[in-house]
């Protein structure tokens, strides 16, 4: 009996442990992946109807002041895949976008380990699109700086590690949804 007793004390000191060191890491770095739509092509006066399928890589750094509000420094790298019949070769397409990001993060605790997330901030993109239009082939950049706003959930599933599922909307017609897995130090 004592040794039970002994055994469920080292597992309630172990959990305690770990929700303090949740409650202690103010930084947080993740990794993720997802996929997206982008409807650049249409919205630069191109006569696109079909979305453009794309999946993407993302690592961001974030800094947690408080259990509530941090910042956010990310790299999204986008590849576009076709669209949604594969005919990248008939129409127009964007062929990557990469974009850095700057955001304030505010999460709304929804349990003790579960919470809702809401990003605001701005992104500075660049897009590479090969565009077949009338049979003619162009090659076009487009670059600058835009708004970002995202939406979210997140679970801290282990001492130090959380997972969130993100969906994120950025200024030069992309939309993504994220899937990331962070670690808290």
């Known amino acids: 009996m004592k040794y039970i007793f002994l055994i469920i004390m080292l ?26 739509v982008s409807r650049w092509a249409e919205a630069h006066g191109f006569d696109e109807e079909i979305l ?20 956010e420094i990310g790299y999204m790298y ?26 304030v993060v505010y999460s709304q605790p929804l349990s003790q380990r579960s919470s809702f997330l809401f990003k605001l901030g701005v992104a500075q993109y660049n897009v590479i699109a090969n565009l077949r239009y009338d049979d003619e082939h ?24 959380e997972f969130s599922l993100v969906y994120t909307y950025q200024k030069f017609d992309t939309n993504t949804v994220t899937a990331n897995f962070g670690y808290r130090f």
């Open 138 to 161: 162009v090659d076009t950049d487009n670059e600058g700086i835009g708004a970002l706003t995202s939406l979210g959930w997140r679970y801290n599933f282990a001492s130090n590690y």
């Open 78 to 103: 986008q590849k576009i895949t076709g669209s949604f019949i594969l005919s990248p070769l008939t129409s127009a397409y964007v062929d990557k976008v990469s974009s850095f990001r700057l955001a």
């Open 52 to 71: 453009n399928l794309k999946h993407h890589y993302e690592v961001a750094y974030r800094y947690q002041f408080n259990p509530s509000w941090g910042s």
């Open 11 to 36: 597992l309630v000191s172990a959990l305690t442990t770990a929700e303090e060191l949740i409650d202690e890491s103010h930084q947080v770095i993740s990794l993720g992946g997802g996929l997206g």
